[in-house]
């Protein structure tokens, strides 16, 4: 490998570890904040998604980035990094992409079928990333991305029962509906990549 290839992968990790540090920064320097000085009533948590009312409309924005305390934020901040980075693997702005569809169809199917409480936490971000993972090579239909769907099949499977109503206590409309969003945003970014490769090749063809 040359050295401006090696150069290029290693400002590339470089930039994966700023995106992904500064999201998990931010999910617990809020949560400090919210259990040092924003407690009881005055609980930031309020931000979060409050199912059919109109003020619960901002937590569609705010949810991903409160905790139900610090248990709830070590479970999900592991499975984000993980997961986080296996999206941007192949390309750094599907993350963004991903982060931002499956946090507006999580949250707002989340809004309209959640139970009548606050909805928080970045789970919803993490099954979008997982629906997206799982059937982006679906989509792509290259070998990269085929290989990479099984692989977090096999190492994430577990987490599919996280969408089925067990738990009182979990949001499993913000698993569902995330990992919709997921499975959107793979669809999307899939049949942009195919389409691109198929102008590609007519170029090619045409010597363009």
Not at 147 to 153: A, G, H, N, T
Request: glycine letters at 12%; proline letters at 3%; hydrophobic letters at 50%.
């Amino acid at each position: 490998m040359s050295n401006p290839e090696e150069k290029s992968i290693a400002n590339e990790l470089q930039s994966h570890a700023i995106i992904l540090g500064t999201f998990i920064a931010i999910f617990w320097i809020v949560e400090i904040l919210d259990q040092a000085i924003f407690v009881g009533a005055g609980s930031l948590d309020q931000f979060g998604i409050l199912p059919r009312t109109v003020l619960g409309l901002r937590g569609i924005l705010f949810a991903p980035f409160l905790h139900g305390g610090w248990g709830h934020l070590i479970a999900n901040t592991i499975p984000f990094a993980i997961l986080g980075w296996l999206v941007m693997l192949q390309k750094t702005s599907d993350f963004f992409t991903v982060t931002a569809i499956a946090a507006v169809v999580g949250g707002f199917g989340t809004w309209l079928t959640g139970s009548p409480s606050y909805h928080i936490g970045a789970s919803g971000l993490i099954y979008g990333y997982f629906g997206f993972l799982l059937l982006r090579g679906y989509y792509e239909r290259n070998f990269a991305s085929i290989l990479l769907s099984l692989l977090v099949l096999f190492l994430y499977r577990g987490i599919i029962w996280g969408v089925l109503p067990t738990d009182p206590r979990i949001s499993w409309q913000g698993h569902l509906f995330g990992l919709i969003g997921g499975v959107v945003a793979a669809r999307f970014i899939g049949h942009n990549r195919r389409f691109q490769r198929e102008i590609d090749k007519f170029k090619d063809q045409l010597n363009l």
